[in-house]
């Protein structure tokens, strides 16, 4: 499975990026407004750093406005994914996009069928919000697996990006699902390496360590 990193902030993504765990990222216009930076400037930083695909989302609501937007996120560098939300007129211009060459990502989707739209758009990435679905007391992996089947039925290469991630199990449980990317914030990528039976065998290695006197250098 692949790690995207959900954020602006170029600083936690060279972070992550040098310990290999960053094989693309992810941006909104609410992490962009987060990161206090131009758009098309911290956009650039990101694609210059990250080799992988940079998701950069339009503000525009019309399809003919968000292809022009789409058009110019995509001069950014040749890595940029031009990000549309899952409305009719985002799939119109996910349609036009895809066909001129661009990798896009459609965001904000919430249902199989959504899904399926994208996948027939041609959509690169679909990112269901898993986090989102759970707050209501849905259940936000249930639509990872549901699209996972659905894709796989019919062989569409749209790639499952799980999005909204909330917490470390969410990356396993969609990894055991076989979503193809999973975007997180940097803390719950750093989450994954916790457990408090690490923390516990650490604390008990070292002092006997130091009971016994071992030194290594
Ligand atoms: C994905 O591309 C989105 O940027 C993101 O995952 C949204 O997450 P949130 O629901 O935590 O805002």
Not at 75 to 78: F, G, H, S, V
């Given at each position: 499975m692949k790690f995207f990193v959900d954020t602006a902030d170029v600083d936690a993504i060279r972070e992550l990026h040098e310990l290999g765990m960053v094989d693309g990222v992810t941006t909104n216009p609410s992490l962009i407004a987060k990161s206090g930076r131009d758009i098309l400037e911290v956009t650039k930083e990101i694609c210059d750093l990250v080799p992988g695909p940079v998701s950069a989302e339009v503000v525009a609501t019309d399809a003919d406005a968000m292809i022009e937007e789409g058009r110019k996120l995509a001069?950014?560098?040749?890595n940029i994914a031009v990000k549309v939300p899952l409305t009719w007129d985002g799939l119109k211009a996910c349609k036009v996009l895809s066909e001129e060459g661009n990798m896009v990502n459609v965001t904000l989707c919430f249902s199989a069928n959504q899904a399926l739209l994208a996948a027939k758009a041609g959509a690169t990435f679909i990112s269901p919000f898993i986090g989102r679905l759970d707050d209501l007391n849905l259940d936000g992996l249930q639509l990872i697996a549901d699209i996972r089947a659905i894709y796989d039925n019919y062989g569409y290469e749209t790639q499952v990006l799980a999005a909204s991630i909330r917490s470390a199990n969410h990356m396993s449980e969609c990894a055991k699902i076989g979503a193809d990317v999973c975007t997180a914030p940097p803390s719950v990528i750093k989450a994954m390496a916790n457990h408090v039976l690490t923390d516990k065998g650490l604390a008990a290695f070292l002092a006997d360590a130091e009971k016994a006197g071992i030194k290594i250098v």
């Open positions: 001069e950014i560098a040749p």
